[in-house]
């Protein structure tokens, strides 16, 4: 699940960020903050694996509306993550521009674009 992967990824570059420690008690704030909502993400992301092997058993034993059913909670689990993901660079808006805040968005973006993806293929299941 290259989502959870990356998302993992983010949530340790910015957590290590986080204990380097900073004068700028907005900055500090938002790290933990965007460490929080990507821990957040990365339960829900786990969640829709859950739902993911449910939509394996399901099509084995029962028709296609329970298939479309665990496909539904997978998009509800996703969605959930990628408002997650968006929680953390919002708190990064009152954060003076600079280097961190660029790679925090970076990151943070890409993490976003992987899972939108995996939503939108959660939707043609």
């Not at 700028?24 to 786990?46: I, K, L, N, T």
């Not at 961190?100 to 973006?109: D, I, M, S, Y």
Request: with cysteine.
């Amino acid at each position: 699940f290259v989502s959870l992967s990356r998302a993992k990824h983010v949530a340790a570059y910015v957590s290590r960020e986080a204990e380097s420690g900073s004068d700028d008690s907005q900055a500090v704030s938002a790290r933990r903050d965007c460490v929080s909502s990507f821990g957040d993400a990365m339960e829900q992301m786990r969640g829709s694996l859950k739902q993911m092997e449910e939509i394996e058993t399901a099509g084995r034993t029962s028709g296609g509306e329970s298939v479309r059913f665990w496909a539904s909670k997978v998009q509800t689990w996703m969605s959930a993550a990628l408002m997650n993901q968006d929680t953390c660079t919002d708190g990064f808006e009152e954060v003076d521009e600079g280097p961190l805040k660029a790679e925090v968005g970076r990151r943070v973006g890409l993490a976003k674009k992987l899972t939108s993806n995996a939503l939108a293929h959660a939707g043609r299941l």
